[in-house]
């Protein structure tokens, strides 16, 4: 579709509120905003402050912005009075149905901006009209703008504003954010147009929000929840505790305010078709890519370490050492990178690894790396939702030993080769890398079985169709 006219226009509804500042609760309703249901519009708000004031000079406005919408997306949505709200949505009748718009201020790259465009991959191939609004000059912001995406400025206030405008013309049925630095740009947006989306939250981190103010309204504001694993609707719902933990971020972490029904858990899906197990000679060749020898045991971590804990790669490089008296054929990787750098360079100094132990930086080829090691090792002690590279690893028919903590046990069971310990000790951690060493590896039935059980359960398909679903039960209320 060419470029087209959109008249932005204001909205007639007023509410003497601001979104900012004191106004922000009464902005949202009196005790946290009452649910608003996939055919209800909530009431414009037209924003006194200062900052916002442009909003209110759009009346007339013309725009011009490609798009790539489903081909029956531009038609209007019915709307008949509703009493109490002015405006009933029919969206049964409405095509807008198949459109979302995903919000992502970051697209930097990790795990969050990679499940993010996993899923918005994911939905389009199920025929969903998916459009993303983040950076443009993001290092992926190119992979963004496969499908379609809308710039958004760096200043938050800014973005509100942004956010609002492609609502209105965009009209997505589904308003969807990732990062926690986007829920209350997606939340107070979409309370500045009519009709206002159905707002989704995906909830990828293992933590509280820090702000009270947060905790008790974001999560009551949006439409749904999508938490990543179990163990993150927990911390949601109840809050977790670990004073003994040596990671700060572990010790209290605050439930939320939330409406059960609101709440709902769909396990992060990675690409099976990439990662599978390959044959003996793609193991070989990517082993001596790394300089490893064939009688040579190859542990390694993947991710990255920044300060102050990483992925737990100092634990790692302490059972190395105890590994190393036992297994001198023993060879340790950190695949990565952090600000954590030279203290892992001392450490393995320091530990007397040698050689050993390398650090090897980011790989741009992680099947080549899964391949070429004999056991992953995942030895977080800081928070983790849920793991992909337990799952990517397991796809390719390796064990994995990993921390028993946070939402990596869900992650780890639906493979289930390997071993879970406890977080943070470098003897049992040594002890399950030599007991897996002194076993033989999974052959190649046994890996192929691995992955099937990783692809009915936590692929990007798999997870699609249960966004799919949530999507369709919110629009369908």
Request: charged residues 20%.
């Amino acid at each position: 579709m060419g470029n087209s006219n959109f008249e932005i226009s204001r909205p007639q509804a007023k509410a003497p509120y601001s979104i900012l500042g004191f106004g922000l609760r009464r902005a949202l309703g009196r005790g946290g905003a009452r649910p608003y249901r996939g055919s209800e519009i909530h009431p414009a708000i037209i924003c006194r402050a200062p900052l916002l004031r442009g909003l209110r000079q759009s009346q007339n406005a013309q725009c011009s912005l490609h798009l790539h919408p489903h081909p029956q997306a531009n038609r209007p949505v019915h709307l008949s009075t509703t009493a109490g709200y002015g405006y009933h949505a029919d969206v049964s009748s409405s095509p807008l149905i198949a459109r979302v718009l995903q919000l992502n201020s970051r697209l930097r790259g990790g795990g969050t901006d990679n499940q993010c465009l996993a899923l918005a991959q994911g939905l389009a191939k199920r025929g969903w009209t998916v459009e993303i609004a983040g950076p443009i000059d993001a290092p992926l912001s190119p992979q963004a703008a496969k499908l379609s995406l809308h710039e958004l400025p760096r200043f938050r206030p800014l973005q509100i504003l942004s956010l609002a405008r492609l609502l209105r013309v965009a009209r997505p049925r589904i308003l969807h954010a990732h990062h926690g630095d986007d829920y209350w740009t997606a939340l107070l947006a979409s309370r500045l147009v009519q009709p206002s989306p159905l707002v989704v939250f995906t909830r990828h981190l293992a933590k509280s929000p820090r702000s009270p103010l947060s905790r008790n309204h974001l999560f009551s504001n949006a439409d749904a929840v999508i938490a990543v694993s179990e163990f993150v609707a927990q911390v949601l719902r109840k809050g977790h505790d670990d004073p003994a933990s040596p990671v700060p971020e572990r010790h209290h972490r605050h439930p939320c305010r939330i409406d059960p029904r609101k709440l709902h858990v769909i396990h992060t899906g990675i690409d099976t078709t990439i990662f599978q197990p390959k044959e003996v000679s793609f193991a070989t060749s990517a082993r001596r890519k790394l300089g490893l020898k064939d009688k040579e045991i190859a542990f390694g971590v993947v991710g990255g370490f920044d300060l102050p804990v990483g992925k737990g790669q100092r634990v790692f490089l302490r059972a190395a050492r105890e590994v190393m008296t036992r297994l001198p054929q023993a060879r340790f990787i950190l695949a990565g990178r952090g600000s954590m750098e030279p203290t892992l360079q001392e450490d393995i100094q320091h530990l007397g690894l040698g050689e050993r132990a390398r650090l090897i930086g980011q790989q741009d080829d992680p099947v080549s790396l899964y391949h070429a090691l004999d056991v992953l090792v995942h030895p977080q002690i800081a928070t983790e939702a849920f793991p992909s590279v337990v799952l990517e690893a397991h796809a390719c028919g390796r064990p994995v030993i990993a921390s028993e903590l946070d939402g990596i046990p869900e992650a780890w069971r639906i493979g289930g080769v390997g071993q879970l310990v406890p977080a943070g000790d470098p003897f049992l951690l040594a002890r399950a890398m030599i007991h897996q060493a002194e076993h033989p590896t999974p052959d190649e039935s046994e890996r192929t079985e691995i992955h099937r059980r990783i692809e009915a359960e936590a692929s990007l398909p798999v997870q699609a169709k249960k966004v799919e679903d949530l999507y369709r039960r919110l629009m369908a209320r």
